[in-house]
């Protein structure tokens, strides 16, 4: 069924009120769509949050937990302001960990007191803890909502003790052995007890080889752990090495789209992380405008190589022609460079002691790529100026292609050294850096070639 089919149910869900219709409606739906759907109608204002929080009250709290975590953290906050402190606290209950945790930081220090004080005191621990860590380390991320074995159960005593907890936990199909201290001993899935003899101990099918992180590392670093060695969680030790929760593959995701979100925003220079469409003018105009100043001083570089070499300019005219084409030709070599070495770097496929190794590499494809720009704007060379031009463009589209390479791959590798963001190496600040050597390049050239003072 459309998303545009379902709104239109929803409204008259709300205009009836009827507690029956409304759970048959999240029932027939997948929960994402009907999340969707409710997002759609409070987006476009046909519904307020308070009108659609009384559309969850009226289907049981299971679903509601379900539901109320397929909405944008922005739409939670706001629905939750729409229920009192009981009706969130027992809707929160039964949310995954993590996710009641960070639904409950957003809310006013008052109003989550209220909710905390309805919740019973295991609950209330567990969410002061999740939430004292810092905002970017995987204890942030992580959930407390995991399976625990015992290495000296048997497999059948452990399949029944997975089948009396499964609705309570994030997920069953990794299950952790540990001992009376939380000392994570092994990991075991649910499809090898399933197909190992029910008499054999946990201990004996359970792999000892252990992959975790640290509760105090960084996001990234759970999130590339997931994704090299293909797991479905991944658990999470203290410093005591305690195991104290996991990191689920569908987190892992979400911090790789924001860390790719981030990236991307930061390549182009903007230091934005958030909804677009509710951010306002001020808030843009103040995450944009820094670099863009910034970068009007950089361009100062190539104005002021342009004047010095004003006297070659004056005598070969046809040379203006071909500056546009010969430092944008820089900047987007290294544009690109810049772009594939941020992502190598974010994603751990190469680290700081690689750059020699890189470097000779980009050296080579930079020089092939500088050997077939040449020859194609040669031939642009001697239609518009001659022979001596045509060389003079040639020799220059070699070298400011191989330089503006060469930069944009070292760039993220200085930041990164510094302690700075990789990504900070953004497009705009390649580019800048290649127009003002690239003039510089080329004008040198032309005043050697062609055999003219650079200042009269």
């Known amino acids: 069924m459309s998303i545009n089919i379902m709104t239109q149910d929803l409204m008259a869900l709300h205009i009836s009120q009827n507690a029956e219709a409304m759970e048959r409606f999240v029932e027939e739906h997948p929960l994402a769509d009907c999340a969707e759907a409710l997002t759609e109608l409070l987006d476009n204002q046909r519904l307020t949050a308070k009108e659609a929080g009384q559309l969850l009250l009226l289907i049981s709290l299971e679903k509601q937990a379900a539901l109320f975590g397929y909405f944008s953290l922005r739409w939670q906050e706001k629905l939750a302001e729409e229920l009192n402190a009981q009706e969130l606290a027992q809707m929160t209950e039964l949310m995954p960990h993590d996710e009641r945790a960070d639904l409950l930081t957003q809310l006013e220090p008052e109003f989550q007191h209220q909710v905390l004080q309805q919740m019973d005191a295991e609950d209330r621990r567990d969410i002061q803890r999740l939430v004292s860590y810092p905002e970017e380390s995987v204890g942030a991320l992580m959930t407390s909502d995991f399976a625990t074995l015992d290495a000296h159960q048997t497999v059948e005593e452990a399949i029944n003790q997975l089948r009396k907890i499964a609705s309570e936990r994030e997920t069953i199909y990794q299950a952790y052995v540990v001992d009376e201290q939380m000392h994570l001993q092994g990991t075991v899935s649910l499809r090898d007890l399933m197909i190992s003899e029910p008499s054999l101990t946990v201990g004996k099918i359970m792999t000892q080889v252990l992959i975790f992180v640290r509760v105090d590392e960084a996001q990234n670093v759970a999130a590339q752990a997931i994704s090299k060695y293909d797991l479905l969680a991944l658990p999470v030790l203290d410093q005591q090495n305690r195991m104290v929760g996991i990191v689920t593959y569908d987190d892992a995701m979400d911090v790789a789209e924001e860390e790719a979100d981030r990236s991307i925003h930061?390549?182009?220079?903007?230091?934005?992380?958030?909804?677009?469409?509710?951010?306002?003018?001020?808030?843009?105009?103040?995450?944009?405008?820094?670099?863009?100043?910034?970068?009007?001083?950089?361009?100062?570089?190539?104005?002021?190589?342009?004047?010095?070499?004003?006297?070659?300019?004056?005598?070969?005219?046809?040379?203006?022609?071909?500056?546009?084409?010969?430092?944008?030709?820089?900047?987007?070599?290294?544009?690109?460079?810049?772009?594939?070495?941020?992502?190598?770097?974010?994603?751990?496929?190469?680290?700081?002691?690689?750059?020699?190794?890189?470097?000779?590499?980009?050296?080579?494809?930079?020089?092939?790529?500088?050997?077939?720009?040449?020859?194609?704007?040669?031939?642009?060379?001697?239609?518009?100026?001659?022979?001596?031009?045509?060389?003079?463009?040639?020799?220059?589209?070699?070298?400011?292609?191989?330089?503006g390479s060469l930069v944009g791959m070292s760039l993220p590798f200085i930041l990164s050294k510094l302690k700075f963001d990789p990504a900070s190496a953004s497009a705009p600040l390649v580019t800048t850096i290649a127009d003002a050597v690239g003039v510089i390049i080329y004008f040198s050239v032309a005043t050697s070639i062609l055999d003219f003072p650079a200042v009269g």
Not at 288 to 298: D, E, I, P, S, Y
């Open 266 to 403: 930061k390549s182009a220079a903007v230091d934005f992380s958030g909804n677009l469409k509710d951010a306002s003018v001020g808030l843009m105009y103040r995450k944009r405008v820094f670099w863009l100043v910034l970068l009007v001083f950089g361009n100062l570089f190539s104005g002021a190589g342009i004047a010095y070499f004003e006297d070659t300019i004056q005598a070969y005219v046809a040379l203006v022609f071909f500056l546009p084409l010969l430092i944008g030709s820089s900047g987007n070599a290294g544009a690109q460079s810049a772009t594939l070495m941020v992502r190598a770097i974010a994603t751990g496929e190469v680290i700081g002691k690689d750059w020699a190794k890189m470097l000779a590499k980009e050296l080579f494809i930079a020089g092939l790529l500088g050997v077939t720009m040449a020859i194609a704007v040669s031939l642009l060379g001697l239609w518009r100026g001659g022979p001596e031009i045509a060389l003079v463009v040639a020799l220059t589209m070699q070298i400011v292609v191989v330089v």
